[in-house]
């Protein structure tokens, strides 16, 4: 999520219920989607997971989220990842950066000039070694919401990234899709486009949703299930 002009998008995930990014929060964050799971349904959540072909990792720290996400990224890996608070909060992006032997892709494109190597930032960001990230919501069944403003990150969770890692709080475990819709547009926005206000002096949008339902490279994706409530 980002402003116009950006490469990447701002952390979490910038986005609108009212599809204006000049129009505020039509409400405020709702509490019930902040509210963690019980164990069991954390775990029947993640065998669901599993038989989508993603692989499940359930930590209990913020610190063996980082871990687990380290030792997945091979050496000498160019990663790229996807803004969000969720990294953050873990660390992640700092470890990213200071890990010897990894080139975070960010640095690479922050270089680059948007004017007149648009296109090539375009392409070079769409097909990571690894991708690294966050994820909006997801259902009881294993199905995987990520919202976005540009849908820069959207790609190489798609299909792009040779491998795709995400971090996610388990208050992120809603029942339905249209639960993960729901808290989309009303707990994860209102907080994003707050932060996004007061940081950036500009609001939030939601321009695409991807609904991630199956990976079908066996091995490409991970989901990191941290029991805290962490992110957006």
């Not at 160019?78 to 892709?105: H, K, N, Q, W, Y």
């Not at 959207?154 to 995400?166: F, S, T």
């Not at 949008?205 to 199956?214: A, G, P």
């Amino acid at each position: 999520m980002g402003r116009s002009g950006e490469i990447t998008e701002r952390s979490g995930p910038n986005m609108t219920a009212a599809g204006s990014a000049t129009e505020p929060p039509a409400l405020e964050p709702d509490p019930k989607y902040a509210r963690l799971p019980a164990d069991a349904l954390v775990e029947a959540t993640a065998d669901r997971l599993r038989s989508r072909g993603i692989e499940v990792v359930v930590v209990e720290s913020l610190d063996a989220a980082r871990r687990e996400v380290l030792s997945r990224i091979p050496p000498g890996s160019e990663v790229f990842d996807g803004a969000s608070r969720t990294l953050e909060e873990a660390g992640i992006v700092r470890a990213l950066t200071e890990t010897p032997g990894l080139r975070r892709m960010k640095t690479r494109l922050y270089a680059m000039d948007r004017k007149t190597q648009a296109r090539e930032i375009c392409r070079v960001s769409q097909a990571p070694e690894v991708a690294v990230g966050s994820v909006h919501a997801i259902t009881e069944d294993g199905v995987v919401l990520v919202a976005s403003a540009t849908g820069n990150q959207l790609g190489p969770y798609c299909y792009g990234a040779g491998r795709v890692i995400w971090v996610a709080g388990t208050q992120k475990i809603v029942a339905t899709l249209e639960d993960g819709f729901d808290r989309i547009e009303k707990y994860s926005y209102p907080l994003e486009d707050a932060r996004a206000r007061v940081a950036y002096k500009s609001p939030s949008v939601i321009s695409q949703t991807l609904v991630f339902r199956y990976e079908y490279r066996p091995g490409r994706t991970t989901m990191v299930l941290v029991r805290q409530n962490v992110g957006f």
